[in-house]
């Protein structure tokens, strides 16, 4: 039972390239989730899923798109990649919709 | 939403309990508290989560005063391998939710 995983783990970009993170979770959780966290701060919700085949905004949605693709996997993609989203990602999963479980994050850095 | 507020940063030594405290005036009823704690380079782990009361866990337990206002996360005979950021999250859905800055705890030995 691996939880849940993302990958890559490490991605740099040059600014205007596009990219997509993956995000697999094996608990057959119905929400899934992806956060991003900028140094020294908390996480901020980009875009969650409440059920396959859903998909709503965050707090933070702007310059990113996302796919439920089936009930185990959520992509996050960044069709042109600026340097204000450098920043580590997080993807979660949700069972209750109250406790979220999290992936060990993906470091992304734009030049 | 409820805005939770916790200090920015705590300091222990190994051994002794250490109680964050988290304020969340605007609580709904529906809403739940929640902590995580998260480690350097790594997401965050689920502690523990309550509605009212006390709850209590293997690592940590939750004291939720009657007007539930507020909330403390107490981590009895803390040592070294505790020290990392903690956040009090309130809500009832996970989309609702805001992570703030945490309490940064740091623990010597």
């Given at each position: 039972n691996a939880g849940v995983t993302q990958t890559p783990k490490f991605q740099v970009l040059k600014t205007g390239q596009s990219m997509t993170l993956q995000c697999a979770q094996d608990?057959?959780?119905?929400s899934m989730y992806w956060y991003r966290q900028d140094p020294g701060m908390g996480l901020r919700l980009i875009y969650y899923s409440a059920s396959e085949g859903t998909t709503d905004k965050g707090e933070v949605p702007n310059g990113y798109n996302v796919s439920r693709?089936?009930?185990r996997e959520f992509s996050l993609r960044l069709e042109s990649a600026a340097p204000s989203q450098t920043s580590v990602y997080f993807c979660a999963s949700s069972e209750d919709g109250r406790t979220q479980y999290f992936g060990p994050g993906t470091r992304l850095t734009v030049l | 939403l409820a805005k939770t507020t916790q200090p920015i940063s705590m300091d222990s030594y190994e051994g002794q309990e250490v109680n964050i405290t988290c304020s969340h005036?605007?609580?709904?009823?529906?809403d739940y508290i929640t902590w995580y704690q998260q480690f350097p380079s790594q997401g965050p782990r689920f502690i523990i989560q309550g509605y009212k009361t006390k709850v209590t866990n293997e690592v940590a337990s939750l004291f939720i005063p009657a007007d539930r206002k507020s909330s403390t996360l107490s981590l009895p005979?803390?040592?070294?391998?505790?020290t990392a950021v903690y956040y009090c999250l309130v809500g009832y859905n996970t989309d609702k939710l805001i992570f703030g800055t945490g309490t940064r705890l740091q623990v010597f030995p």
């Amino acid at each position: 039972n691996a939880g849940v995983t993302q990958t890559p783990k490490f991605q740099v970009l040059k600014t205007g390239q596009s990219m997509t993170l993956q995000c697999a979770q094996d608990m057959n959780h119905n929400s899934m989730y992806w956060y991003r966290q900028d140094p020294g701060m908390g996480l901020r919700l980009i875009y969650y899923s409440a059920s396959e085949g859903t998909t709503d905004k965050g707090e933070v949605p702007n310059g990113y798109n996302v796919s439920r693709l089936n009930k185990r996997e959520f992509s996050l993609r960044l069709e042109s990649a600026a340097p204000s989203q450098t920043s580590v990602y997080f993807c979660a999963s949700s069972e209750d919709g109250r406790t979220q479980y999290f992936g060990p994050g993906t470091r992304l850095t734009v030049l | 939403l409820a805005k939770t507020t916790q200090p920015i940063s705590m300091d222990s030594y190994e051994g002794q309990e250490v109680n964050i405290t988290c304020s969340h005036n605007n609580i709904a009823t529906n809403d739940y508290i929640t902590w995580y704690q998260q480690f350097p380079s790594q997401g965050p782990r689920f502690i523990i989560q309550g509605y009212k009361t006390k709850v209590t866990n293997e690592v940590a337990s939750l004291f939720i005063p009657a007007d539930r206002k507020s909330s403390t996360l107490s981590l009895p005979r803390v040592s070294l391998s505790d020290t990392a950021v903690y956040y009090c999250l309130v809500g009832y859905n996970t989309d609702k939710l805001i992570f703030g800055t945490g309490t940064r705890l740091q623990v010597f030995p």
